[in-house]
């Protein structure tokens, strides 16, 4: 659903693999993290990332396996470059981001509105009631509780089922 | 290196192959030029590869003054949000509160990194090696919640707050908002994060409100103690915020000036309702000869909190990590 760059080049297929930190079966294309990649001989490579939490402790450790596995690939000349705008959401992940979180047992967010990086009319409302509940990712059962809307990392909550019992995450909308 | 120069003489069978992997080993390898011992360590500039240079026309000063005001809320709030870690009732507010201070103090980095960077200071110069009366928070970030009632009303007022104010800054990110990318960006990003703030603060508001007796007087009490902050958050700061808006008039996004009382109080309102609390009439408090936190002028708590946040860097002010 989101094409950064659309052309596929030997550099962005490197920086593309690159594991998140945390979950390392999802790339960073996956995760809708990586933004683009351009290539110059003057200026080398330059790859554009962008954060999906403010204070997300990952990014950094994104920025050096990105600049070693390209260096590793031949790639002499590396930059990182962030990109705040638009900000990341949860709609960035890909198709294939959202099956790889579900087979390692995290809940995928809720599917993606309308477009990516979606604009509200209006403030945003206050909700007091919950959002609806994810699926089991082991049982496939709708039926799951939240059990806290923070968990482990910035950017998941925390379920249980009420079919099979199990706690699961999920990743949080955002 | 031999098994023999890394064990002792009688090691026997827990000789160590120095072939093998070890993770001191790795702790030790040159992964980004030598400058990382564990996962989040060694931190670049947050904005690295943004473009930061200031807008034609926009006075750097009022950026700056606008910037360090958000950031030094986010970064004395996250301080004493962690002051809670390890303390809390349940492991979910643990994570909960872990992860909303996270959350400030990305984006304190960002937002002191912007100012840092028209004044030639790292975000690390402008957090550690300010004195008190440079700060520019608000006197609710530096307030210490004296039970979790407070916690969960401090932090109702803060990101609601924040968040109306955010959402103003950012809206529609365009730089005409705020007249400042940069500042739209940081605020766009962390529009979606406050509201989970926001809703956490709500939620556990009404749910001790519509408690028990004693939940129920606990959070009345922290409403009543903490509403004269209230007055501060939106106090005009027309030397620095206001001119960086640069627009006046209706719509007027100025931070710290914004007309978005309304919205504020349309939250607050909801929630008291839903938990069964009344909304206090409490006078705000009293400026200083004229003069509040977003001037320099704080409460006694924040000479404590600067003490503990900042001791480590002024011990070792070439250490890195």
């Known amino acids: 659903m989101v094409a950064p760059t659309a052309r596929r080049t030997p550099a962005y297929d490197v920086a593309a693999g690159t594991p998140d930190p945390e979950i390392p079966t999802l790339t960073i294309e996956d995760l809708g993290i990586l933004r683009c990649v351009d290539y110059s001989p003057a200026r080398g490579v330059v790859v554009t990332i962008t954060p999906t939490y403010s204070g997300c402790p990952a990014m950094r450790e994104i920025a050096a396996d990105v600049r070693a596995r390209l260096n590793r690939a031949g790639f002499e000349h590396v930059t990182v470059a962030t990109q705040l705008a638009p900000p990341w959401s949860t709609d960035w992940i890909t198709q294939e981001g959202r099956r790889k979180l579900a087979a390692v047992g995290i809940a995928p967010p809720p599917e993606a509105r309308a477009s990516v990086a979606p604009r509200r009319a209006g403030p945003i409302p206050l909700t007091l009631g919950r959002p609806p509940p994810p699926r089991c990712p082991r049982c496939d059962s709708p039926d799951t509780r939240l059990t806290a809307q923070f968990s482990a990392t910035a950017c998941k909550s925390l379920h249980r089922c009420t079919a099979c019992d199990e706690p699961f995450e999920g990743v949080k909308a955002l | 290196m031999s098994t023999a120069d890394v064990n002792p003489p009688d090691a026997g069978p827990f000789a160590v192959n120095p072939d093998d992997d070890n993770p001191y080993d790795l702790l030790g390898e040159d992964h980004d030029a030598g400058h990382r011992w564990a996962f989040g360590t060694g931190f670049t500039d947050p904005l690295e590869g943004v473009d930061t240079s200031v807008p034609d026309g926009l006075d750097p000063g009022a950026l700056v ?114 007249g400042d990318p940069v500042l739209a960006a940081i605020a766009a990003k962390g529009v979606n994060e406050l509201a989970y703030h926001r809703d956490y603060a709500a939620s556990w508001v009404v749910r001790l409100g519509d408690g028990t007796a004693l939940s129920h007087a606990r959070t009345q009490a922290a409403l009543d103690a903490l509403w004269p902050f209230l007055g501060e958050l939106f106090r005009p700061d027309p030397d620095a915020l206001a001119t960086v808006a640069g627009s006046t008039g209706p719509g007027s996004t100025a931070p710290g000036s914004t007309g978005d009382r309304a919205a504020f109080d349309a939250v607050l309102d909801t929630v008291l309702a839903a938990g069964g609390l009344d909304r206090p009439t409490a006078a705000p408090l009293a400026a200083v000869g004229g003069r509040t936190g977003r001037d320099g002028v704080h409460t006694e708590a924040m000479g404590y909190i600067l003490a503990e946040l900042q001791s480590v860097a002024r011990a070792y002010p070439d250490a890195t990590w």
Request: charged share 25%; with cysteine; proline share 2%.
């Open chain 2, 65 to 178: 003054r606008c910037c360090l005001a958000l950031g030094d809320d986010a970064l004395i709030y996250s301080h004493r949000l962690q002051q809670w870690v390890a303390r809390l009732p349940e492991l979910e507010e643990e994570t909960a509160v872990a992860n909303i201070a996270l959350d400030l103090l990305g984006q304190a980095r960002m937002l002191l990194s912007r100012a840092g960077g028209i004044v030639g200071q790292t975000e690390d110069q402008l957090a550690f090696f300010r004195e008190e009366k440079e700060f520019r928070n608000v006197r609710l970030a530096e307030h210490a919640d004296r039970d979790f009632a407070e916690l969960a009303v401090r932090l109702l007022m803060f990101s609601t707050w924040r968040l109306a104010l955010f959402e103003l800054l950012s809206s529609g990110s365009t730089p005409a908002s705020t």
